[in-house]
């Protein structure tokens, strides 16, 4: 079976700084990996994924994660933090061509001023 | 054109009772997911269904149940509603039901919010 951790299920920084959420996985097959963000009162908007290929993916909004097979991780990272990163992030995995996914438990971002 | 919505937005409901949330995909997309977001966690995946045939089930109780309509909009039924079901049910479609995420990328709904009381 599936599944995915998320550790810090609140992170703080401060405007400008790196943002950096973990995610790491367990799958007995190659996986699809992705994040999620989602604004309060809203549903969820894919911010990347990994499929095949280049283990280095980058999304919108400046965010991109590195796909660690050796690690089984697939942290999301952000050079510098805005205020409009603060948010709910969640991390996915699936094996099933990218259709039902099961989600980590989530990291809520709080971005200070 | 028109993402993924959903209806209605918010529902309040007593226990046992019954309730039917709706899903419409964006035009042209032929798989509906359910999920359920337990506040303060994750989603979890209820239902898949593609061509109006059930796909994949995750780990729900029988009170659960869903179906796809010809025009590919969705139905999601609980019936005897338990204060454990309140929650933020999500749809997401999809064009395709496989052909893999680097072509198929599945989009959500806003949710509706289900509070039983």
């Known amino acids: 079976a599936q599944s995915v951790t998320q550790l810090g299920s609140h992170v703080s920084v401060s405007e400008g700084a790196l943002v950096l959420l973990r995610c790491n996985y367990s799958?007995?097959?190659?996986?699809?990996l992705f994040w999620y963000v989602q604004y309060p009162n809203q549903g969820l908007q894919l911010l990347l994924k990994?499929?095949?290929?280049?283990?280095l993916v980058k999304g919108i909004n400046g965010f991109e994660a590195e796909f660690k097979k050796s690690e089984t991780s697939f942290h999301l990272t952000k050079p510098s933090a805005h205020m409009s990163d603060a948010a709910e992030y969640f991390c996915?995995?699936?094996?099933?061509?990218?259709?039902?996914?099961?989600f980590g438990p989530g990291t809520r971002l709080s971005v200070l001023p | 054109d028109a993402g993924v919505t959903q209806s209605p937005t918010h529902l309040i409901k007593t226990r046992g009772q019954h309730v039917t949330l709706r899903c419409s995909p964006i035009?042209?997309?032929?798989?509906v997911s359910w999920y359920q977001q337990v506040l303060g966690q994750g989603p979890q995946f209820i239902f898949q269904?593609?061509?109006?045939?059930?796909?994949g089930r995750g780990n729900f109780p029988d009170r659960f149940s869903a179906r796809q309509f010809p025009n590919y909009s969705s139905e999601l039924n609980v019936n005897a509603l338990l204060l454990g079901d309140s929650a933020l049910y999500l749809c997401?479609?999809?064009?395709?039901?496989?052909?893999?995420?680097?072509?198929?990328?599945?989009?959500f709904g806003p949710g509706t919010r289900l509070t039983v009381l």
């Open positions: 997401a479609s999809s064009f395709l039901l496989a052909g893999g995420p680097s072509y198929n990328e599945q989009f």
């Open positions: 799958s007995s097959v190659p996986p699809y």
């Open positions: 990994y499929t095949t290929g280049a283990t």
């Open positions: 996915a995995v699936s094996d099933d061509y990218g259709q039902n996914f099961v």
């Open positions: 035009s042209g997309h032929k798989s």
């Open positions: 269904y593609y061509e109006k045939e059930e796909r």
